[in-house]
């Protein structure tokens, strides 16, 4: 057994946005259900969403950044049996928004995640002391950062040793060199084989450096990384670390994601009566101002409208898609390019397409459930979790064949492209509509879908063998 404190800017059902949350919701209980003993370190966001009033367990944290000194306060949640600590400190996270606003991210965040790392330090010293503390993301990268330069020699964290997890390295917390003594850092950590980038600071190269262990959330990911296509500049860094570089696939959380008992769906099914997902389409068709042909497919899509998710690939191949017998439901937020391409598509063929703006998570499930066909055609994807919903949900995934989705779909049970090019998509996509026209088949290839299993136990294994591997 190990204990374990995990330190992470997002977890659900508290905040999210994205699949960082999805995993820190489902991760922790998963491994407390393996024996192990963890608790997660939060920050505590206006708005932050408590399942439970949360308990005042430490006043007045000393949290010191570089010059500054911040008032905090940690309150203890717990879900599914793990303490989750949360961060209070207002003037770093007393605001709307995680990482930034409508005008942008926010200016102080290079300091507001630094004072996670502090504070999750100052946690293990007075509440939670662990073999190992479990970084994720650049958010939570300066942890091993200050525990093997400011923190070196306090005897309180001898033989603790560190796991920083990368969800998506497209993401490293890159700032001005010049905020090095803000952050109270020196340069016996800035440098090349620290986290110094061409003269940035770089969070999450640091935390890489520094880590006793770096694991990504799927295994083709973990190698990916280490080419320049999908290194996003630290590539030869992580070649030259490769020994300590793994990966382990994502799992989701089936009580959240299940058709037999989704809260959010109209309808319930399951592999043996799929008559309720038709019932599912019907609604969503309904829902998204459609018309109710329920013979035609139906594709999906939900997601960050962001550069790695592919979708200038759908703009280029719109034309084609039209003319298709297919309808294509799209909900998501992001970059306004995006955003505006598909309210193009949907006023010019309403016939078509619908799309809905925005972050919703009934809708999600809804189309999860409501759709045959579900659609990623990432540029990268470290590991992707809406293609697993899929799966379990019947609906078919039609992905670009890169890091997770890769990993996870199969001849049989989706629809792959390999080429980064809107010929290739579009082939996967009539490859699909051709397999849906023969209906028998179809739920043939529905139910092998719906039988595939990832759920967490088994990544939580994963974990627990690299927690006991590293603290031995
Ligand atoms: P990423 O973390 O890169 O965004 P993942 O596939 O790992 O991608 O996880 C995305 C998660 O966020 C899923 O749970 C997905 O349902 C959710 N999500 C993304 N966009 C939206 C949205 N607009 N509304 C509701 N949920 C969303």
């Not at 717990?78 to 605001?95: F, K, N, T």
């Not at 939670?128 to 309180?156: E, K, M, N």
């Not at 703009?315 to 898609?321: F, K, P, R, V, Y």
């Not at 809708?363 to 659609?375: C, K, N, P, V």
Request: aromatic share 12%.
């Amino acid at each position: 057994m190990s204990r374990v404190l995990m330190v992470a800017s997002e977890a659900a059902p508290f905040c999210k946005t994205g699949g960082l949350a999805d995993v820190m919701g489902a991760l922790p209980p998963a491994l407390r259900q393996a024996g192990e003993d963890v608790a997660v370190v939060l920050p505590g966001y206006t708005g932050i969403k408590l399942p439970a009033p949360a308990r005042e367990v430490w006043r007045d944290l000393p949290v010191r950044v570089g010059p500054h000194r911040f008032r905090t306060d940690v309150y203890e949640v717990q879900q599914r049996e793990v303490p989750y600590y949360i961060v209070d400190s207002p003037a770093l996270y007393g605001r709307p928004g995680i990482y930034g606003d409508a005008s942008g991210d926010f200016i102080d965040n290079h300091i507001r995640f630094a004072a996670l790392s502090i504070a999750a330090l100052q946690i293990v010293r007075f509440l939670f002391r662990p073999d190992v503390i479990h970084c994720h993301d650049w958010q939570a990268s300066l942890t091993p950062v200050y525990l093997r330069s400011v923190f070196d020699g306090d005897p309180t964290f001898l033989g603790i040793r560190t796991l920083l997890t990368i969800h998506n390295l497209g993401y490293q917390g890159r700032f001005g060199g010049w905020f090095l003594s803000e952050l109270g850092l020196g340069l016996d950590v800035f440098h090349r084989d620290g986290l110094e980038y061409f003269g940035d600071i770089d969070f999450l190269k640091g935390g890489i450096a520094y880590s006793d262990a770096v694991n990504t959330v799927s295994p083709n990911y973990a190698r990916e990384i280490q080419t320049p296509e999908f290194g996003f500049g630290l590539d030869g860094f992580l070649r030259s670390r490769a020994a300590k570089v793994t990966g382990i696939l994502n799992g989701v959380d089936y009580s959240e994601w299940s058709p037999e008992s989704d809260p959010h769906i109209p309808s319930h099914y399951s592999a043996a009566d799929l008559s309720g997902k038709r019932e599912c389409k019907r609604a969503l068709l309904e829902e998204m101002g459609l018309p109710l042909n329920l013979d035609r497919p139906l594709i999906g899509i939900v997601s960050r409208f962001a550069f790695q998710k592919g979708f200038d690939l759908v703009e280029e191949i719109a034309a084609e898609l039209a003319a298709e017998d297919l309808a294509l439901v799209v909900l998501g937020s992001g970059e306004p390019r995006f955003e505006q391409s598909f309210r193009h598509f949907a006023s010019t063929r309403p016939d078509r397409f619908a799309v809905r703006i925005g972050y919703d998570e009934g809708l999600s499930h809804r189309i999860e459930a409501g759709s045959d066909m579900f659609l990623m055609p990432s540029r990268y994807e470290p590991c992707g979790l809406n293609q697993i919903y899929s799966l379990r949900y019947g609906t078919v995934p039609i992905v670009r064949a890169t890091g997770g989705l890769d990993d996870t779909i199969e001849e049989g049970t989706g629809f792959k492209f390999w080429d980064y090019a809107g010929w290739a998509l579009l082939g996967a996509v009539r490859a699909a509509l051709e397999a849906y026209a023969n209906q028998l088949r179809w739920r043939e290839m529905v139910r092998r879908c719906m039988a595939k299993d990832f759920s967490w136990n088994v990544s939580a294994e994963a974990y627990k063998a690299l927690f006991a591997r590293l603290s031995r």
